[in-house]
């Protein structure tokens, strides 16, 4: 088979259309694991499983120069962002990402959120009703910001539309409707304000502390030697912050699992750290976020007996490989104990990429996910609360799904101080 003889119908707008459902399906056609289809006026080859993993991940064969389309730079990742970038390049940028993989910078986050949470609860208790994805939201603003040394001004509301504008940017980045829109002005916005800052902690007019995040992307140097420009700068930091409060969506579906699973409330609030960190990978594996990557082909490759001439796209089916019936039995059951049952590989469980985060394109917050997600939905759990009626339809449709509601829920309470302290 041969790439070269591809749809010639592109499907792009159908991708947009069909969501997560889209590559999973033509895969679903194509038993060998190998899908043709056309994104971007290019044939595009859709794989999966970990051995696609690895392919896609070599850079001799697939780099990322080129493959990110103008509106997700535009909303999700800024111009110039580590993801655009390839080889000796890249790797100077990703160094400044790198320390937030080691265990003390992670801690060091969960230790600035967990206290916002904390407050957080108790004015929740005094709210007729909150939406847990928005006010996940706001803690998680207000705990970077702090871990990171980017200044808020609380009393113009500055953490709230922060928090906003960086929820916009990836609630926006996958559609051409008025959230797109939104989506463009929430960083156009943020990227100025945080140019300032980079410029005014450059020339002596902020004080960044030190160690900090904010600090280190100040200081930061381009393979050139260069220091980051302004606005490059801004847009890594950026994609600090921004990720981060994007966990948010993840702490809805940490709820939405409890809520239809109250079992698993129960396993939580028995303290089985194991378990913890099996609830969180499943939550990871099971909900939607990312739905594919994609590359383009640096050189004519060969993949299980297809020819991809270069400058063909690669699609990596990132909700297909988590749903694959191959790798996990039985994909649309929430079942945390599977992660219990085997050791999973690096290259199978990948809702934040795959390969090794320190030399290619892995999320670089990853493990920061993980610890913040492991201390929230335990502190969700030690939570008793009410769920009223509402819309808990997670859309497979809409690119970033979410719970419709947002998880509202009523009559927020601490049961006992242990729940909180056993974290
Ligand atoms: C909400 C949870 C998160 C999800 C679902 C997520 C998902 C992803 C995915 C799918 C990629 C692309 C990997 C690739 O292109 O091969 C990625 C890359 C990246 N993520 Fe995350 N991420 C999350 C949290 C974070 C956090 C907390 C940070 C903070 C440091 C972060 C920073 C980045 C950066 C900088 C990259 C680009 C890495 C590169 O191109 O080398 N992410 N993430």
Same mark, same amino acid.
């Given at each position: 088979?041969?790439?070269?003889?591809?749809?010639?119908?592109?499907?792009?707008?159908?991708?947009?259309?069909?969501?997560?459902?889209?590559?999973?399906?033509?895969?679903? *056609?194509?038993?060998?694991?190998?899908?043709?289809?056309?994104?971007?006026?290019?044939?595009?080859?859709?794989?999966?499983?970990?051995?696609?993993?690895?392919?896609?991940?070599?850079?001799? @064969?697939?780099?990322?120069?080129?493959?990110?389309?103008?509106?997700?730079?535009?909303?999700?990742?800024?111009?110039?962002?580590?993801?655009?970038?390839?080889?000796?390049?890249?790797?100077?940028?990703? *160094?400044?990402?790198?320390?937030?993989?080691?265990?003390?910078?992670?801690?060091?986050?969960? *230790?600035?959120?967990?206290?916002?949470?904390?407050?957080?609860?108790?004015?929740? @208790?005094?709210?007729?009703?909150?939406?847990?994805?928005?006010?996940?939201?706001?803690?998680?603003?207000?705990?970077?910001?702090?871990?990171?040394?980017?200044?808020?001004?609380?009393?113009?509301?500055?953490?709230?539309?922060?928090?906003?504008?960086?929820?916009?940017?990836?609630?926006?980045?996958?559609?051409?409707?008025?959230?797109?829109?939104?989506?463009?002005?929430?960083?156009?916005?943020?990227?100025?304000?945080?140019?300032?800052?980079?410029?005014?902690?450059?020339?002596?007019?902020?004080?960044?502390?030190?160690?900090?995040?904010?600090?280190?992307?100040?200081?930061?140097?381009?393979?050139?030697?260069?220091?980051?420009?302004?606005?490059?700068?801004?847009? +890594?930091?950026?994609?600090?912050?921004?990720?981060?409060?994007?966990?948010?969506?993840?702490?809805?579906?940490?709820?939405?699992?409890?809520?239809?699973?109250?079992?698993?409330?129960?396993?939580?609030?028995?303290?089985?750290?194991?378990?913890?960190?099996?609830?969180?990978?499943?939550?990871?594996?099971?909900?939607?976020?990312?739905?594919?990557?994609?590359?383009?082909?640096?050189?004519?490759?060969?993949?299980?007996?297809?020819?991809?001439?270069?400058?063909?796209?690669?699609?990596?089916?990132?909700?297909?490989?988590?749903?694959?019936?191959?790798?996990?039995?039985?994909? /649309?059951?929430?079942?945390?104990?599977?992660?219990?049952?085997?050791?999973?590989?690096?290259?199978?469980?990948?809702?934040?990429?795959?390969?090794?985060?320190?030399?290619?394109?892995?999320?670089?917050? +990853?493990?920061?996910?993980?610890?913040?997600?492991?201390?929230?939905?335990?502190?969700?759990?030690?939570?008793? /609360?009410?769920?009223?009626?509402?819309?808990?339809?997670?859309?497979?449709?809409?690119?970033?799904?979410?719970?419709?509601?947002?998880?509202?829920?009523?009559?927020?309470?601490?049961?006992?101080?242990?729940?909180?302290?056993?974290?």
């Amino acid at each position: 088979m041969d790439l070269r003889r591809s749809p010639v119908i592109d499907r792009s707008l159908p991708a947009l259309a069909q969501g997560y459902s889209w590559l999973p399906g033509l895969l679903r *056609e194509h038993p060998d694991g190998v899908a043709r289809t056309r994104v971007m006026g290019k044939p595009a080859l859709a794989v999966r499983g970990p051995e696609a993993v690895r392919f896609f991940y070599d850079e001799h @064969n697939v780099q990322r120069g080129g493959a990110l389309p103008g509106p997700v730079l535009s909303t999700l990742f800024g111009h110039d962002a580590v993801h655009t970038l390839d080889g000796g390049a890249h790797r100077a940028r990703k *160094e400044f990402f790198l320390p937030l993989l080691q265990a003390d910078r992670i801690a060091g986050l969960v *230790e600035h959120v967990v206290p916002v949470w904390d407050d957080a609860v108790r004015e929740w @208790n005094r709210a007729e009703q909150v939406v847990l994805f928005d006010v996940a939201s706001v803690v998680l603003t207000r705990g970077v910001c702090r871990w990171a040394g980017v200044p808020l001004d609380e009393g113009a509301g500055e953490t709230e539309h922060l928090a906003r504008d960086l929820v916009a940017m990836v609630d926006g980045f996958a559609t051409a409707g008025p959230r797109h829109w939104r989506a463009r002005r929430a960083r156009s916005r943020q990227e100025e304000r945080f140019t300032r800052l980079v410029e005014d902690v450059r020339s002596g007019r902020a004080a960044a502390p030190e160690g900090s995040v904010l600090a280190a992307v100040c200081r930061h140097r381009e393979a050139t030697g260069e220091l980051l420009h302004p606005h490059t700068a801004a847009v +890594e930091l950026l994609n600090v912050i921004r990720p981060t409060v994007a966990v948010c969506w993840f702490v809805a579906y940490t709820a939405h699992a409890l809520h239809l699973q109250p079992n698993q409330r129960e396993r939580l609030r028995g303290g089985d750290t194991a378990y913890t960190a099996a609830f969180v990978h499943e939550v990871r594996r099971f909900y939607p976020f990312a739905p594919f990557l994609g590359g383009v082909a640096v050189r004519d490759l060969s993949w299980q007996g297809v020819s991809v001439p270069a400058g063909a796209m690669v699609l990596l089916d990132v909700f297909g490989q988590n749903h694959d019936e191959e790798l996990w039995g039985d994909p /649309y059951v929430f079942r945390p104990e599977r992660f219990l049952e085997h050791a999973v590989e690096r290259d199978e469980l990948i809702p934040q990429g795959g390969g090794e985060p320190r030399t290619g394109h892995r999320c670089p917050g +990853e493990g920061l996910t993980i610890g913040l997600l492991e201390a929230l939905a335990l502190r969700l759990a030690g939570l008793d /609360y009410t769920v009223p009626d509402q819309d808990l339809r997670i859309s497979l449709r809409r690119i970033p799904a979410r719970v419709r509601s947002g998880v509202a829920v009523r009559d927020v309470r601490v049961p006992s101080e242990r729940t909180l302290t056993a974290v």
